[in-house]
């Protein structure tokens, strides 16, 4: 990898890297010669595609290899020093290095490491807030100082109060997440759910109308941060509006966390000076791996601490490992250069999409990600997402704001630029990508389907998909994933 990446480390590091990959390829051949077949062909794949998928990233092989490790054998319910399982001790001292990475890395006053994806974060940070908020005042309306007190004539009036709380969340179509009160989702179904929108002119949060909802539906908990939003955000003002209807803040900040941690988000753009509880996952920017953390005031540290068992049961201590392994990555000033290097390149590759008459969702970009309008080319976004990928470029559809093809198809594309930053894309290539990518979109139309015009079908004129998938080898081959690792 190159200068803007964590495993940077020259010569020396990928040949010793190589030979723990090719011993540990060599023992999986003697049980299932199949998964180390597939694991080659994987690498080879990645290496041989444009990554623009805005939640994944490349971790550093000492991430990857500190998975693969006999941690993953323990159990280990509790908490640091509090273990439901003996023999703990190197578990405990893992959780706690991650830990402390993350709250130094951060500036938050505590770290919670073992949540298992950003999902499980979620459910630890909203049951938390629940537990700090209802369930302990009403316990004490009720004379009890304990669950283990209650009746269950005062059980039936706690699990109403707790199952009858407002959630106001940023919609899934104009940007936010399953998590953030999406009706199917489970977050929509614990809380009694409002969402909030964007500006239909403009594509920007309007924080007037969030107040204006928040003041009518007086939530709980008011939960800022995006999945698909190419803007920042100003979390000052999203504490101002939580601190007047007394609503807890949560900032969800897994796409964005590699940009916080290396200070491109700082004041107002940083959530955790601002926000009760933030979390995060420990992938996509951030170049870890797949996880989560819960970050917190005091104030919810001990109901976020018993999120095992009261959300997650046993941690993965390997996982934990390599979290640790990450953050202390994220600590060096190198990141910090990648992370500014992250969102120029985002702000490249936007700029490339708008010269060539591309749509974009806001007109552009400030963050990490780019929401491209395909219907311009007269495509679906599944359509797109397929041709794309014929074509060497793995991207994703997403939906845009007020989408007239739904979730399935969607009307976007969305694009990340943390994946070829690690592999040392610049301004000049992303630029590239943007041309490479139109091209693709230009030259591609709906197809019929057997009953009539189709959503997914689709053509790409002659030898369009072979001249770009060519192009992109030429970036990816000056700009190699994993350079000297050899399998």
Request: aromatic share 8%.
């Amino acid at each position: 990898m190159t200068s803007v990446s964590a495993s940077g480390q020259g010569a020396e590091y990928a040949a010793t890297a190589s030979e723990a990959y090719q011993a540990a390829l060599r023992v999986i051949e003697t049980v299932e010669p199949r998964i180390a077949e597939a694991t080659r062909k994987e690498l080879a794949d990645q290496r041989d595609s444009l990554k623009l998928i805005a939640s994944e990233n490349y971790a550093s092989p000492a991430v990857l290899l500190t998975m693969g490790t006999w941690f993953s054998d323990k159990y280990a319910e509790g908490t640091v020093g509090h273990r439901f399982y003996a023999a703990c001790q190197n578990v405990d001292t893992v959780e706690a290095l991650a830990a402390e990475h993350a709250r130094e890395l951060f500036g938050a006053p505590y770290a919670y490491a073992q949540p298992h994806s950003g999902i499980d974060a979620n459910l630890v940070a909203y049951w938390a807030i629940l537990a700090t908020r209802v369930e302990a005042p009403g316990l004490a309306e009720m004379g009890a100082k304990h669950i283990n007190d209650l009746s269950e004539a005062d059980w039936e009036k706690l699990r109403a109060k707790l199952g009858n709380q407002r959630l106001l969340g940023m919609s899934l179509d104009t940007g936010g997440h399953l998590t953030h009160g999406f009706r199917p989702n489970i977050s929509g179904k614990m809380f009694h759910q409002r969402q909030y929108g964007t500006d239909p002119t403009t594509g920007f949060i309007d924080y007037d109308a969030v107040a204006a909802s928040a003041r009518e539906f007086k939530p709980l908990v008011l939960v800022a941060g995006y999945s698909a939003y190419p803007r920042r955000v100003n979390f000052a003002k999203m504490r101002e509006i939580a601190d007047e209807v007394g609503a807890t803040l949560m900032v969800d900040m897994a796409h964005f966390a590699g940009l916080v941690a290396g200070k491109v988000f700082t004041g107002d753009e940083d959530p955790v000076p601002h926000a009760h509880v933030v979390t995060t996952t420990t992938h996509k920017s951030l170049r870890g791996p797949r996880g989560g953390l819960v970050l917190a005031t005091e104030e919810f540290a001990p109901a976020v601490d018993k999120g095992c068992p009261m959300v997650l049961g046993g941690p993965l201590s390997h996982v934990m490992a390599a979290k640790a392994v990450a953050l202390a990555e994220a600590r060096q000033p190198e990141f910090r250069t990648y992370a500014q290097a992250v969102a120029d390149n985002a702000q490249t590759l936007a700029d490339g999409f708008v010269k060539r008459d591309a749509g974009l969702v806001t007109g552009g970009t400030d963050n990490h990600l780019v929401l491209l309008d395909v219907t311009s080319f007269g495509l679906t976004g599944r359509q797109a997402e397929s041709a794309l990928l014929d074509s060497g470029i793995v991207t994703n559809r997403n939906a845009i704001p007020a989408d007239p093809n739904g979730a399935w198809y969607t009307s976007g594309i969305r694009f990340g630029s943390p994946a070829l930053t690690t592999r040392g894309f610049g301004a000049d290539e992303f630029d590239r990508v943007s041309e490479l990518v139109v091209e693709v979109l230009s030259n591609t139309q709906p197809a019929a389907g057997p009953n009539g015009p189709s959503k997914a079908k689709y053509t790409i004129a002659d030898g369009v998909a072979e001249r770009v998938h060519a192009a992109a080898s030429e970036l990816l081959e000056a700009n190699p994933l994993y350079p000297g690792l050899t399998l």
